[in-house]
């Protein structure tokens, strides 16, 4: 079984910073990609930023700029790092992974979300 886990989340003024991290752990074979979405209320989800295996990055144009996404292979781990937040960058921030463990290959696997509110 894999599992996604989510912290550093909250509440930051806008102009502030936080830093999001996400370790997979359970049955691993491997990760490809990983990354960020978000979901503010009344909206679909989308695409933050994310990372391959190999260090490619996708970022959506709303946070070029202003968050930078790596990873820790060794770790299973990636972090997001926000900053110059903005009042619409709240949202709930999903971390995503593709995985591929002894059974099956390249699944998708999500964590539980974490509120980031940005407010003054």
């Known amino acids: 079984q894999v599992q996604l886990v989510e912290s550093g989340g909250g509440l930051v003024q806008p102009g502030g910073s936080l830093r999001l991290s996400c370790a997979a752990s359970?049955?691993?074979?491997?990760?490809?990609?990983m990354g960020w979405y978000r979901q503010a209320p009344g909206k679909q989800r989308e695409l933050v930023a994310a990372?391959?295996?190999?260090?490619?990055?996708n970022y959506s144009d709303s946070v070029k700029g202003r968050f930078t996404i790596s990873r820790d292979n060794a770790k299973n781990t990636v972090y997001l790092q926000m900053n110059s937040l903005k009042p619409e960058d709240t949202a709930v921030y999903y971390c995503?992974?593709?995985?591929?463990?002894?059974?099956?290959?390249?699944?998708?696997?999500w964590g539980q979300g974490t509120q980031v509110t940005v407010s003054s």
């Open positions: 359970g049955s691993i074979f491997s990760i490809n990609a």
């Open positions: 990372m391959s295996s190999g260090g490619s990055t």
């Open positions: 995503h992974a593709e995985i591929s463990t002894v059974v099956a290959v390249g699944d998708d696997y």
